[in-house]
């Protein structure tokens, strides 16, 4: 099985408790359950949200044809990797991944993002204000802002 793909463009508001409720076309990606990492993009103004499952493929992909982790100074668990990799990253851009959780809306009728509510991601995340949800390949963008808006920032 590959990554995920996450295609399309669109444009959510976040409710007052900090929730972003997902693109339906994304959901049958998006497992219930499955922990996803959300970290502030270095030097840019959106914040990734990946799969802990596509950072592994990632993780085995970029480290499967290096000698023995343990030789590394490695643990023989990925998943361990990933997250000394993540914090890692932390140390570099100053701003740390944080692991949160798409739960299903009441009634079945949808998933929805709960949004860390301290550090970056309060600042960028406003209740009541646009964002944009862009997939890209395996991870989804989340700006703050309408389309026009973000590419209003970008072109000057």
Not at 43 to 49: P, R, T
Not at 63 to 71: D, L, Q
Not at 94 to 113: A, C, E
């Amino acid at each position: 099985m590959g990554l995920e793909i996450f295609t399309g463009t669109y444009t959510r508001s976040v409710d007052k408790k900090g929730r972003i409720w997902m693109p339906k076309p994304w959901e049958n990606k998006l497992t219930q359950n499955d922990p996803f990492y959300l970290f502030k993009a270095p030097q840019l103004d959106y914040v990734s949200l990946i799969p802990e499952k596509d950072l592994l493929k990632h993780y085995r992909a970029f480290f499967g044809a290096m000698p023995n982790p343990i030789e590394l100074g490695l643990s023989q668990n990925p998943r361990e990797n990933v997250r000394g990799a993540l914090r890692l990253l932390e140390s570099l851009v100053g701003w740390g991944p944080n692991i949160v959780n798409i739960s299903p809306r009441k009634k079945s009728i949808g998933m929805r993002l709960q949004v860390p509510k301290d550090g970056f991601f309060r600042s960028l995340l406003i209740p009541d204000e646009a964002v944009s949800m862009i997939g890209i390949n395996d991870h989804i963008a989340i700006y703050q802002g309408t389309l026009q808006e973000i590419e209003a920032r970008y072109r000057t």
